[in-house]
């Protein structure tokens, strides 16, 4: 029997993770690890404490299917707080082992085959995995880096337009949006949104970043709070990034009921429910977030700004990131063939990891200009690996 006959065919064209693959090049050639999205310390003690004392408490049994209703209430408190409109913690929110299952429990418990699906381009490479699952047919849409003068990746109306079609069943939103740290405008929302109304297409949006914005001039806009967007949008979203708590995966789905169904459809029989002491930690992180978003967001604007500066010395053209963890630059100054090359190089000789994007598009020229760097980290570390950058000379 060979490896490849034992992968499902709906999974061969993925391959390995690219995520788990550079985090294990870094660690075997002792690199710096800027690909996989994660911080390199802890996140706050209130959420720990809160987890570890549900432990003790005995808080060992599944929890309920839909979330720990104290939970629950908090991520349903936390929309409320935040102004974008009174929800039911019970009809409303799906608590899910990290965003990664709410947007799998999503597309497989919403799409059937033969639905198309749209995405942008460059996507996180769960949606395309998530629509292979469901047998949904993607469709592209490119976001396309900015030109000169231009602050950030943009999105071409006309294409978007052309995307939709009698088949389309839903579209799948991503702000502030990973790889490029763009965060999607009102006007964008709102054209995304027209066309939405206009096909009947339901939103799916992923909002994992929506703490981690560094622009004033650049709210967050959940698409479910525009006009007559809530019956169609399911917002997906964590606490992973806000708190740093990657690994503890606790996500949820708000959604109105009839849309809640088809996410709980899938999730009941994915994971069926979500650890029970983290969701405790969970709902005390986010009952009491202080203010740990705002130093997150003052260090990793800092380390954007430090990293960006040593990219462009090193003759990078670095693309404007306002958001996430990420930012994505042109390394095609440098004259490396293509974005594996490149990587490859930064990792063995530079001691730099970093992710190559071409796993991020369909169309996967475009990805091969270009290099995702995580900012996410220590400063100590953004120094030792900003020092190690100036080893950097374009490709003999
Ligand atoms: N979201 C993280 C990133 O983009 C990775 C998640 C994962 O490893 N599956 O780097």
Same mark, same amino acid.
């Given at each position: 029997m060979s490896r490849e006959a034992c992968i499902a065919e709906r999974f061969r064209?993925? @391959?390995?993770?690219i995520f788990a693959e550079m985090t294990r090049l870094a660690n075997q050639h002792k690199a710096v690890n800027l690909?996989? @999205?994660?911080?390199d310390f802890d996140g706050p003690d209130g959420a720990k404490q809160a987890a570890i004392a549900a432990i003790h408490a005995g808080h060992a049994q599944y929890a309920r299917m839909i979330g720990v209703p104290d939970l629950n209430r908090a991520i349903a408190d936390s929309w409320a707080a935040r102004g974008y409109g009174t929800i039911d913690p019970e009809a409303n929110v799906t608590v899910t082992s990290g965003c990664s299952e709410a947007i799998i429990n999503t597309l497989v418990g919403i799409l059937n085959p033969g639905d198309e699906v749209i995405f942008f381009e460059p996507y996180f490479d769960f949606y395309t995995a998530g629509a292979a699952m469901a047998g949904a047919t993607p469709k592209f849409v490119a976001l396309h880096p900015p030109r000169k003068g231009e602050s950030a990746f943009w999105l071409d109306p006309n294409e978007l337009r052309a995307a939709? /079609?009698?088949?389309?069943?839903a579209i799948l939103v991503n702000t502030? #949006?990973? =790889? $490029? @740290?763009k965060v999607f405008t009102r006007e964008e929302l709102e054209m995304i949104a027209g066309l939405c109304r206009e096909h009947d297409v339901i939103a799916i949006t992923? !909002?994992?970043? !929506? #703490?981690?914005?560094? !622009?004033?001039?650049l709210p967050h806009i959940p698409?479910? $709070?525009? =006009?007559?967007?809530w019956d169609r949008t399911i917002t997906l979203s964590s606490m992973g990034k806000t708190f740093s708590?990657? @690994?503890?995966k606790v996500g949820w789905a708000i959604a109105p009921p009839h849309l809640s169904a088809g996410v709980r459809a899938a999730h009941q029989f994915m /994971?069926?429910?979500?650890a029970t002491p983290l969701q405790y930690g969970a709902a005390a992180a986010i009952r009491e977030p202080g203010d740990y978003s705002v130093r997150l967001r003052e260090l990793f604007a800092s380390n954007r700004d430090r990293l960006s500066a040593a990219l462009r010395d090193c003759g990078l053209i670095v693309h404007p990131s306002h958001s996430t963890y990420f930012l994505m630059a042109d390394h095609s100054p440098l004259g490396f063939a293509d974005d594996r090359a490149f990587v490859t190089h930064l990792i063995e000789k530079i001691g730099v990891a970093a992710i190559?994007? /071409?796993?991020?598009?369909?169309?996967k020229e475009l990805g091969k200009p270009l290099v995702r760097f995580a900012f996410c980290k220590k400063a100590e570390t953004m120094d030792e690996a900003i020092k190690r950058l100036r080893a950097l000379r374009p490709a003999m």
């Open positions: 064209p993925f @391959g390995a993770s690909s996989q @999205g994660f911080p939709f /079609t009698p088949r389309t069943r502030p #949006h990973n =790889p $490029t @740290g992923d !909002e994992v970043y !929506e #703490h981690l914005i560094y !622009e004033k001039s698409m479910a $709070t525009l =006009p007559e967007m708590l990657t @690994g503890w /994971t069926f429910s979500t190559p994007p /071409t796993g991020f598009y369909n169309r």
